[in-house]
């Protein structure tokens, strides 16, 4: 049975970084794309990021972290990271990992969906604040 998990979230302060990880299990991880979500309650659930699989090389950014943020992988250990720099001030925010449904490529047309994503972790809670 696939999992995914994520950690490493907590408080930081405005301009500060924190990665966070998502360890997989169940599944083989470099047949896989995996994405990055956020969600504050009480809104709907926006894409982050994607990172097609090592063999696909192609990764997706909303223009929103472009810049600040970057996605990796630890294939042998089935992990993938999100670092998040230069950190904004909002409210808590839930970070999710989610699998891709078809596979190794995350595409233009569609990364930024839920739909396209089979298996979630339960969250980590992000807050930038002072």
């Known amino acids: 049975q696939a999992q995914l998990v994520e950690s490493g979230g907590g408080l930081v302060q405005p301009g500060g970084s924190l990665r966070l990880s998502c360890s997989t299990s169940?599944?083989?991880?470099?047949?896989?794309?995996i994405g990055w979500f956020r969600q504050v309650p009480g809104k709907e659930r926006e894409g982050v990021s994607c990172?097609?699989?090592?063999?696909?090389?192609?990764?997706w950014y909303a223009g929103s972290v472009r810049g600040r943020f970057a996605v990796s992988r630890a294939s042998a250990q089935g992990k993938a990271y999100l670092q998040m720099n230069s950190l904004k001030r909002e409210d808590p925010v839930i970070y999710y990992c989610?699998?891709?449904?078809?596979?190794?490529?995350?595409?233009?047309?569609?990364?930024?969906?839920?739909?396209?994503?089979?298996?979630w972790g339960p969250g980590t809670q992000v807050t930038v604040s002072e």
């Open positions: 989610a699998r891709v449904t078809t596979g190794r490529a995350c595409e233009r047309s569609w990364w930024s969906s839920p739909d396209h994503y089979d298996t």
């Open positions: 169940g599944f083989t991880f470099d047949d896989y794309g």
């Open positions: 990172m097609s699989s090592s063999s696909v090389g192609i990764n």
